[in-house]
């Protein structure tokens, strides 16, 4: 009966009533989103209002930053995101053998935003770039390099998801981890959506 | 299973939604478009993609109301901030 | 007492209170010299008052951190200490070789002292904090490496907790931060450069996980919540803590000589750095609020509370103030710093020590609480320190301020000593809080010795 109750409750798209209402995953996970996106907030803010005073300087080295690899970091995050999402729709549905699939798809998505982000330091690098070259350029590095260390995290944390799916851990009535994973991925999605305009096209 | 039906329909729709955005966000920032035109858009296309994650992959549509106010204001917020940046920085 | 071998404790919990009384009439010495200039000279000259002053600090929290791990590991591990004998041994090892130290220093010339103990082998000695000789450094990597091999093994052969593998981590953690007190590069940049990996990344790293660890051990005892909720509420702390703590070392590098870029990582992840100490006083409140049985010892209950609150302050709120670097410009070593020193090392460190004492003592001592009047004697120890450390802390602020802007803000600026006098009555305010704060010291050490009713009320 419970797991029944849960899985009606789930399938729910929009609660009927308020008290429905629940936040995925563990609060814990909640509370930490929410001290990252204050960090990044307060990057961005930085690197914004450093920029006012720096506007013709930031505006030409901007240009020499891969716009291109920066877009197709941004699809390959959205569609991390997207097929995560899909595994949690599917443990919900209780299928639970596409759930180790979409997580995988994920992964394959977050090991491309490596590969990419990886090149584009190695040709910075080759160029002979580095945090002191100049304030643009610390901010490039800075906001991408500490983002990137949460991608390389949001990917050991959706490896871990993955490793616990095949043993078939996730499903209609034990969302918890799977959610929880899934929140932080996403925040890590969210941050770059954010990030990619503003440290490659907003001039 | 309709509801959970309807719930992939909605999920696939928002990444395609999400991949439009961020094609345009790319043209948009290209070096043909006048680019301090561009900055409005550029962020309000932002803000528009992440209340698209926040609310439908992060499922906040469904959470108790203030989470979904507490990210999407923290993007609001950002995003403002940012637009006021540019435009002090315009001057 | 659950386990015979947490005795082992009893022992350090005293060492430290010793130390701490002697730990206070050096600054109440130090806060005199400041005022009156030639007090005590030539027996005891500032600098190595105020060298005696922060090291009995360092030691007796050393001892108080030991005292804690020797108490609480059996108890989590549910099986006795893995050598009783070793725990011992290594308390007189310590207590021998730091009043060893203390005396030489104040027997001797201090070069002289560096003469004898082999400085110029190896040059370690002169760095605040990192001062003692190097027979006292070689005894402390001893004396810590038996005391992490008895808790480790201890750990290793019972019960896996939470608070246990944290506890252990800040404590490896103090142990090979301190290595770096063993380097001392000639290049100054380089030497100031890891001399922060020490006391950096001690107070705003591993000692907070230590913190963490003893105060929700406590908290677990005084409230019987269950060790899920805190133990998951232990590992967001911890993880914010090392996050903001490790990049936040940057908030020293701004004028040292390292780049630019420091400026930014310093200010962006320090500023977040009281997250944790504010989730930290969040949880112990939480923690208290959803208590399912009313302990009898009221006073440990204090303690926890307080250590909430005043790391809060002293590290959150006073670091904070400080720490964005366009600030820090102007308030770079002035009163400022020792204030917030201060408060951060009293609220967080001298009261997460006094709270796992005040929750084991009474039970070291074969009963599970004090007595009423004893716990009253304590709380009244706990406002008069904690109060009086709140005044010096604001005298010491204001007299900060007043330096910033006389000194380096004004268009005629100051020349420091001239500074001084000016603000010698914030110096004299706080000598006389000083001495309130002893007496809540002599206050709290003869809580010890009332007797009465040993059940609660
Ligand atoms: C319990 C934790 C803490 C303790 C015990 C502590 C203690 C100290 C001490 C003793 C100093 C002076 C070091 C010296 O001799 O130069 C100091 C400096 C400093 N602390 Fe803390 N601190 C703590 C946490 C924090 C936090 C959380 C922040 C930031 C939010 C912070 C910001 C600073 C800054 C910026 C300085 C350098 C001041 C200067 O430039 O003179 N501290 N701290
Ligand atoms: C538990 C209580 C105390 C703690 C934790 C403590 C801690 C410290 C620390 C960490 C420093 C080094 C500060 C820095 O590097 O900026 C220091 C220095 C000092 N303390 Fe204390 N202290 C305590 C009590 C007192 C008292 C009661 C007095 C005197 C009224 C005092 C007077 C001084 C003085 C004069 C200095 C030297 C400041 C300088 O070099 O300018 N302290 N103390
Ligand atoms: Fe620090």
């Keep these: ?203 | 299973m309709n509801h959970a039906l309807a719930g992939r329909r909605r999920g696939t729709w928002t990444w395609l939604a999400l991949l439009g955005a961020t094609g345009f966000a790319w043209w948009l920032g290209g070096e043909s478009v006048r680019a301090r035109s561009a900055v409005p858009l550029l962020l309000a296309l932002a803000v528009a993609k992440g209340v698209l994650v926040v609310r439908e992959f992060m499922e906040l549509r469904a959470a108790p109301a203030r989470w979904q106010l507490l990210l999407v204001g923290w993007l609001v917020l950002v995003a403002a901030l940012i637009g006021v940046a540019y435009y002090s920085g315009v001057r | 007492m659950q386990f015979k071998s947490q005795a082992a404790a009893k022992p350090y919990f005293v060492a430290a209170i010793g130390l701490f009384v002697g730990q206070i009439l050096f600054g109440l010495i130090m806060g005199l010299q400041y005022v009156v200039g030639d007090f005590l000279f030539p027996a005891i000259p500032f600098n190595v008052a105020r060298m005696v002053h922060t090291n009995l600090l360092i030691v007796w929290l050393l001892f108080g951190f030991m005292g804690g791990a020797y108490y609480l590991v059996p108890e989590e591990s549910e099986t006795e200490l893995y050598s009783p004998k070793l725990a011992r041994a290594m308390f007189w090892v310590f207590l021998v070789a730091g009043a060893l130290t203390i005396l030489s220093y104040l027997a001797m010339p201090y070069a002289r002292l560096a003469e004898l103990s082999g400085n110029n082998i190896v040059q370690t000695m002169g760095r605040e904090f990192l001062e003692q000789p190097l027979p006292t450094k070689a005894g402390i990597v001893v004396v810590a490496l038996a005391f992490l091999f008895n808790i480790t093994m201890t750990v290793l052969r019972g019960r896996k907790t939470a608070i246990s593998s944290i506890l252990l981590l800040g404590l490896w953690g103090l142990a090979i931060f301190f290595l770096f007190s063993f380097y001392n590069p000639s290049n100054l940049v380089l030497d100031k450069y890891y001399w922060w990996w020490v006391v950096h990344l001690w107070v705003e790293g591993v000692w907070e996980l230590i913190l963490g660890a003893l105060l929700a051990f406590v908290l677990i005892k005084v409230t019987g919540v269950d060790r899920e909720v805190i133990e998951k509420w232990l590992y967001v702390i911890i993880t914010l803590t090392l996050i903001t703590g490790i990049v936040g070392t940057g908030h020293h590098y701004y004028w040292i000589g390292t780049p630019e870029y420091w400026q930014w990582w310093g200010s962006v992840f320090s500023a977040l750095e009281p997250i944790p100490f504010f989730a930290m006083t969040v949880f112990a409140f939480n923690m208290v609020n959803r208590r399912r049985r009313e302990h009898p010892n009221r006073a440990a209950t204090l303690w926890a509370l307080g250590t909430g609150v005043m790391s809060f302050l002293g590290a959150g709120i006073w670091g904070f103030l400080h720490t964005l670097a366009p600030v820090n410009y102007y308030t770079h070593g002035t009163q400022i710093t020792a204030a917030h020193g201060h408060m951060a090392f009293y609220g967080a460190y001298v009261m997460v020590v006094l709270t796992i004492i005040s929750y084991a003592m009474p039970i070291l001592r074969g009963r599970p609480c004090n007595s009423p009047r004893a716990q009253v004697v304590e709380m009244w120890s706990f406002w008069l320190m904690t109060i009086s450390m709140v005044f010096i802390t604001l005298f010491l602020t204001a007299a900060g301020i007043l330096q910033v802007w006389l000194q380096r803000v004004s268009d005629t600026p100051l020349p420091f000593m001239v500074v001084q006098e000016k603000i010698g009555l914030f110096y004299w305010m706080r000598e006389w809080t000083g001495v309130v704060f002893l007496v809540g010291l002599v206050v709290y050490v003869a809580s010890f010795f009332i007797k009465g009713d040993e059940r609660p009320a």
């Design chain 1, 1 to 203: 009966m419970a797991v029944d109750a849960a899985q009606l409750t789930s399938l729910q798209p929009v609660p009927a009533t308020a008290a429905d209402r629940r936040l995925p995953g563990d609060l814990a996970v909640w509370v930490f989103i929410l001290a990252e996106l204050l960090v990044f907030g307060v990057f961005f803010l930085s690197y914004a209002f450093t920029r006012a005073h720096h506007v013709a300087e930031f505006n030409s080295e901007q240009l020499t930053l891969n716009r291109a690899a920066g877009a197709w970091n941004t699809v390959l995050l959205l569609t991390a995101s997207y097929c995560v999402y899909r595994a949690v729709a599917a443990a919900r549905a209780g299928a639970r053998s596409r759930i180790d699939l979409w997580l995988l798809a994920a992964l394959a998505c977050g090991a491309g935003f490596v590969v990419v982000k990886l090149g584009e330091y190695a040709a910075k690098l080759a160029a002979g770039i580095s945090l002191s070259t100049s304030t643009f350029y610390m901010f490039y590095l800075s906001l991408t390099f500490f983002h990137f260390m949460h991608v390389l995290l949001g990917i050991v944390v959706l490896g871990v998801l993955w490793l616990r799916a095949r043993a078939g851990a996730y499903g209609p009535a034990n969302l918890n981890g799977l959610e929880s994973g899934a929140s932080y991925w996403h925040m890590v999605d969210l941050v770059w959506i954010v990030l990619f305009p503003l440290v490659y096209l907003l001039r």
